[in-house]
């Protein structure tokens, strides 16, 4: 059983995303303050009535963080170089793009397991190749909205399926998955 990496931050490429083509794109409030980064593809909720983009609200659905990717560094120009940090906002807020998804849609991601909370170089494991396999069911945790492979599928709540294993468009290893719940 031998570890996957990810070198950098997570990366999404939305290969059939229906949250993009209806419009349902949720950008107006900010992430809750505790909160200091955001990578492409960690899940989070519209908590429309505290007024902020968090985790852990107990109402709501989980929806793909997959902001507009801006580099300003000509040095760092990959989708492995992009993350929102609470530091590169003057006043120090957050406002995400979450994407609604739907049974059916279809990415290819390697934001599983683990955020990077060493920097942009970091290797980050994502998981086994044991447990990335093709069959596996994903779901977001509840604490920092990130893909983790479950024993079985849930009963409830968002589901993901690895349908293929694959790369990122920069050679990464990653996983193209579909929306199963």
Same mark, same amino acid.
């Given at each position: 059983? +031998?570890d996957?990496?990810?070198k950098?931050?997570g990366q999404?490429e939305?290969?059939h995303?229906?949250?993009?083509? /209806?419009?349902?794109?949720? =950008?107006?409030?900010p992430?809750k303050s505790s909160?200091t980064?955001l990578?492409q593809g960690q899940?989070a909720?519209?908590n @429309?009535a =505290?007024?902020?983009?968090?985790? &852990? ?7 793909l ?6 580099l @300003? &560094?000509?040095?760092?120009q +990959?989708?492995?170089d992009f993350?929102?940090?609470?530091g590169?906002?003057t006043d120090k807020?957050?406002?995400p793009r979450?994407?609604r /998804?739907?049974?059916? &849609?279809?990415? /290819?991601?390697?934001?599983i397991?683990a =955020?990077? /909370?060493?920097g ?6 994502? !998981? =086994?190749d &044991?447990t990335?396999v093709v069959?596996a @069911?994903l +779901?977001?945790?509840t604490?920092?909205?990130?893909l983790t492979v ?8 968002m589901v993901?399926?690895i349908?293929?294993?694959y790369?990122?468009?920069?050679g990464?290893? !990653?996983?193209k ?5």
């Amino acid at each position: 059983m +031998a570890d996957i990496k990810r070198k950098g931050y997570g990366q999404v490429e939305p290969n059939h995303l229906s949250g993009i083509v /209806t419009g349902q794109i949720y =950008a107006q409030l900010p992430v809750k303050s505790s909160e200091t980064q955001l990578e492409q593809g960690q899940f989070a909720k519209y908590n @429309y009535a =505290a007024g902020v983009v968090d985790f &852990d609200s107990e109402d709501g659905e989980f929806m793909l963080v997959y902001n507009e990717e801006k580099l @300003y &560094d000509e040095r760092k120009q +990959a989708h492995k170089d992009f993350v929102y940090k609470v530091g590169d906002f003057t006043d120090k807020q957050m406002f995400p793009r979450l994407i609604r /998804t739907y049974v059916g &849609d279809i990415m /290819t991601t390697n934001m599983i397991g683990a =955020a990077n /909370t060493t920097g942009d170089e970091a290797e980050v494991t994502i !998981g =086994a190749d &044991d447990t990335l396999v093709v069959g596996a @069911y994903l +779901a977001p945790n509840t604490t920092k909205g990130i893909l983790t492979v479950a024993q079985s599928k849930p009963e409830s709540g968002m589901v993901w399926k690895i349908v293929k294993v694959y790369t990122m468009p920069d050679g990464q290893f !990653g996983v193209k998955i579909q929306r199963v719940q």
